[in-house]
Antibody, heavy 122, light 113 residues
Framework: EVQLLQSGAEVKKSGESLKISCKGTRHNFTNYWIGWVRQMPGKGLEWMGIIYPDDSETRYSPSFQGQVTISADKSISAVFLQWSSLKASDTAMYYC???????????????WGLGTLVSVSS | DIVMTQSPDSLAVSLGERATIYCKSSQSVVYSSNNKNYLAWYQQKPGQPPKLLIYWASTRESGVPDRFSGSGSGTDFTFTISSLQAEDVAVYYCQQYYSSPYSFGQGTKLEIK
């Protein structure tokens, strides 16, 4: 069974930097697109962007382009979501999830991490 | 970008009754090359990550009870629970994976009447 293990909850202040992680186990992590999804308190799911760990090709939602950085280290089967200067509005649960692949085409999310809660105070 | 719009935003259904949720995409999510609808449905219970229920608009994920079903094509999709159980209380989301950004609908909160 695919597992995506996310780093623990973070409590930060506005202006601080942060990097959270998602490690894949029990599957060929580097050959799947791994995405990040934001869920603000009491709100819906927002697709932020994805990365292909094998070559670090990245695609961002326009809503998040320039606001966050998605990166990967295939040697340790990990992907990361990074902020250089947090805002209170970044307070949310962040999920990593694996997109399936069929004939080279990206498909639905077929595995999810448990989420990393990021709390940012002003 | 494709905008996904679900209706209703919330729904209250009696136990054993049918629950129906609609999802509309701002453009078609069918690939002409394979005639597949790039549309999935997820269930999210409080304090849990989303769980995949349906993909390709109508294919049930392994282990998902057959009371859950999906239908539709092009821009209009339907998600149905044929006989609501207490454990189905959750928020349900549709998502298109036709083109990046792979957007979600705003969610539909399903409750017991």
């Amino acid at each position: 069974e695919v597992q995506l293990l996310q780093s623990g909850a973070e409590v930060k202040k506005s202006g601080e930097s942060l990097k959270i992680s998602c490690k894949g186990t029990r599957h060929n992590f580097t050959n799947y697109w791994i995405g990040w999804v934001r869920q603000m308190p009491g709100k819906g799911l927002e697709w932020m962007g994805i990365i292909y760990p094998d070559d670090s090709e990245t695609r961002y939602s326009p809503s998040f382009q320039g606001q966050v950085t998605i990166s990967a280290d295939k040697s340790i089967s990990a992907v990361f979501l990074q902020w250089s200067s947090l805002k209170a509005s970044d307070t949310a649960m962040y999920y990593c999830a694996r997109h399936g692949i069929v004939a080279g085409t990206i498909t639905h999310f077929d595995a999810w991490g448990l989420g990393t809660l990021v709390s940012v105070s002003s | 970008d494709i905008v996904m719009t679900q209706s209703p935003d919330s729904l209250a259904v009696s136990l054993g009754e049918r629950a129906t949720i609609y999802c509309k995409s701002s453009q078609s999510v069918v690939y002409s090359s394979n005639n597949k609808n790039y549309l999935a449905w997820y269930q999210q219970k409080p304090g849990q990550p989303p769980k995949l229920l349906i993909y390709w608009a109508s294919t049930r994920e392994s282990g998902v009870p057959d009371r859950f079903s999906g239908s539709g094509s092009g821009t209009d999709f339907t998600f149905t629970i044929s006989s609501l159980q207490a454990e189905d209380v959750a928020v349900y989301y549709c998502q298109q994976y036709y083109s990046s950004p792979y957007s979600f609908g705003q969610g539909t909160k399903l409750e017991i009447k």
